[in-house]
């Protein structure tokens, strides 16, 4: 009879597996409150068991799809005018998602860095009537940020709201201020799908496909992306030979037999070392193995959370963690930034000791990460002692997860991109640059090929794509030199070449002191026109006065700037421009006066008797910014000399603090 019962429980336990294994399940970005491209097929699509019977009702129609046999399917409902909410009930064999609140009207991706990302809260942005902020016809979309070295089938998370004082709070400040224009402009649903993260270059959100055709990016793709293995699996093949690895080969040493994570260890032969750092460079050269770090901290006053949250950034190789001598976390990888959960049951509110295990089987080895990032925990003076070294050419290194989601080729792309590339789309706008500025040069590659990238991804023709130019920020230059920040925007303005693609330009709205200038209400207006230019036909003036040619004329310079941006006007009394600088032969520029002359801008320098090239606002931060067009729209920087820059040749490093 018992033996029975078993069989029956296993029964019903195989039947439950195979009826939740067999229930349809829509992608994450398919929700009820979502918006859908109007005036195109739209692709809805899921997962289920393989040869499963897919039925989608809309409008009164029903709509069928098999899945395949990797147990996906899709469907293409046909183009919808502007309007709703409807209602959308997709039927399996065993299981119906409804679907409610759905609008159609347009969809745009807004992706980039962390000036994208800055939400509303951060910008401390209060409307002066709290409802004229809430829109049911806007609805906002925030991805949650994934990464893996594969595509992968889904989106990490996201929930799909409708525009309120409460849902916008942490949304991106410049996506809402795009989409509100664009919804007061054209009386259109909009969905903003907010899929970036701060801090992060360029080729993290390009495809495997696009990094592969650039050099400077083989030796990464080749170990890492080529194999197309997904961090899952990698992850399960590691730890199935980590036991005997690490009783082989990584557990040994003095450190280890003599227990050094005790906090009663005996550190009077400890040296000192400030982190962060490469031991290389703090008197350890040439060192592979095991060195301790260890130093004491205290918990922030009034601390009552449950959980510790130790941030130690990024560590080369490989690092094992200890806090008051109960081990805390351990890490694989020299670019994975270390992120570890400490219960507070192990804490105390002063002189807690934390013992760190650095292992670098090859290379640089240490706590490296830079300063900018560094919190109070890991920065500052911390006492080391070296254990045993190894022969780094004979230590076998396992492949694991080697990658941060801020320099990684590829990796932002597989998981917050790729799951979404079938989703029918008005286009893109990207706030994005600063994280690639050491490299301008290259940018002037990289963001072309990653434009075409995400549209041949999407795969829905030239589809808009509009970007926002680097603001001005840093100190104001006393004389003309070399700026990596204006390297970057010539290369932005580079990419306009591409068609279907515009520019805003914010170069008079950053701030000296902060990467992240708190006016983004008028780079989403900027975007905003420059989208009702190229995206809806719009005649308008959507860009500032932008550089057409130049004549020299004995010891002065005309500049004459292209037709349709308005007529230039001196934003000073005594109508002097700022911001132009004129050079010779020699290619060394002076500041020079300037002045608007029957629609054009003079300029000139005393100490340039033959002028050949001219630069505007080619600087950091320009300073005060006074030439506009009669629409308010600042004038683009430019130059007119193709020099060689101060990034030429500065490509992609696999370690980006070694570059």
């Not at 597996?17 to 859908?36: E, Y």
């Not at 739209?42 to 393989?50: D, E, H, L, P, S």
Request: proline residues 5%.
């Amino acid at each position: 009879m018992g033996i029975r019962k078993k069989i029956v429980g296993i029964v019903v336990i195989i039947a439950f597996s195979i009826t939740v294994n067999a229930a349809i399940k829509l992608p994450i970005i398919f929700q009820s409150n979502m918006v859908l491209q109007r005036d195109k097929a739209v692709a809805v699509w899921g997962f289920g068991a393989a040869g499963e019977k897919i039925s989608i009702g809309f409008k009164g129609t029903d709509y069928k799809a098999v899945t395949d046999k990797a147990g996906k399917w899709m469907l293409q409902l046909p183009a919808q005018n502007a309007g709703g909410p409807y209602d959308i009930i997709v039927k399996g064999k065993t299981n119906t998602v409804e679907l409610k609140n759905i609008l159609f009207g347009d969809v745009w991706i807004c992706g980039g860095q962390s000036n994208m990302q800055f939400t509303l809260d951060q910008i401390a942005y209060v409307p002066k009537d709290s409802a004229a902020i809430s829109h049911s016809n806007i609805r906002i979309f925030t991805a949650s940020v994934d990464m893996d070295y594969v595509p992968k089938n889904d989106l990490a998370g996201g929930i799909w709201k409708e525009a309120s004082v409460a849902s916008l709070q942490y949304f991106s400040a410049t996506a809402y201020f795009f989409g509100r224009f664009l919804h007061d402009s054209l009386n259109v649903p909009i969905g903003l799908v907010s899929d970036n993260l701060g801090a992060t270059a360029i080729e993290t959100w390009m495809s495997n496909e696009a990094i592969a055709t650039f050099p400077q990016f083989s030796n990464y793709h080749k170990n890492y992306l080529a194999p197309a293995k997904s961090f899952k699996a990698i992850t399960e093949a590691f730890e199935k030979i980590k036991p005997e690895w690490q009783k082989n080969y990584y557990w040994k040493g003095q450190g280890i037999y003599k227990k050094w994570y005790l906090p009663e260890t005996d550190i009077t032969d400890w040296k000192t070392m400030e982190i962060p750092a490469w031991w290389e460079d703090a008197g350890l050269a040439d060192f592979d193995g095991a060195v301790w770090f260890r130093k004491n901290f205290d918990l922030p006053e009034n601390f009552k959370e449950d959980t510790f949250h130790l941030a130690l950034n990024q560590l080369d190789d490989y690092d094992i963690v200890w806090i008051n001598g109960q081990k805390v976390g351990e890490g694989y990888g020299n670019l994975n930034w270390r992120n570890y959960k400490v219960p507070v049951t192990i804490l105390k509110p002063t002189g807690n000791t934390i013992v760190v295990r650095v292992f670098d089987a090859g290379g640089k080895g240490g706590i490296y990460s830079n300063a900018i990032w560094a919190n109070r925990i890991i920065l500052g003076k911390w006492l080391y002692k070296a254990d045993d070294k190894i022969d780094a050419s004979k230590f076998p290194k396992p492949h694991v997860v080697n990658a941060t989601a801020f320099s990684t080729p590829a990796v932002l792309f597989n998981a917050n991109i790729a799951p979404i590339t079938s989703l029918a789309i008005k286009g893109f706008i990207w706030y994005q640059g600063e994280s690639n500025a050491a490299r301008a040069d290259e940018y002037r590659s990289l963001f072309p090929a990653f434009i075409k990238d995400w549209r041949a991804h999407f795969n829905q023709g030239n589809l808009p794509f509009i970007f926002v130019q680097l603001a001005n920020y840093m100190q104001e230059a006393p004389i003309p030199r070399e700026s990596t920040w204006a390297e970057l925007r010539d290369a932005q303005t580079a990419a306009l070449q591409l068609p279907n693609t515009a520019m805003a330009c914010i170069i008079d709205i950053g701030e000296t002191n902060d990467i992240h200038p708190k006016n983004k209400m008028d780079v989403g207006k900027r975007l905003g026109l420059a989208a009702l230019k190229i995206a809806y036909n719009k005649e308008l003036v959507s860009n500032g006065p932008t550089y057409q040619s130049m004549q020299v004329r004995e010891d002065a310079v005309m500049i004459e700037y292209k037709k349709g941006t308005d007529d230039l006007i001196a934003k000073d009394k005594y109508g002097y421009i700022n911001g132009f600088a004129i050079a010779g032969a020699d290619k060394k520029f002076y500041w020079a006066k300037a002045f608007i002359k029957d629609n054009k801008v003079i300029v000139s320098c005393t100490e340039v008797k033959n002028p050949v090239a001219v630069r505007y606002n080619w600087s950091d931060n320009p300073g005060t910014i006074n030439l506009y067009n009669t629409s308010g729209l600042p004038a683009q920087p430019f130059r007119t000399d193709q020099w060689p820059l101060a990034t030429s040749g500065k490509v992609f490093s696999e370690n980006p603090w070694e570059f």
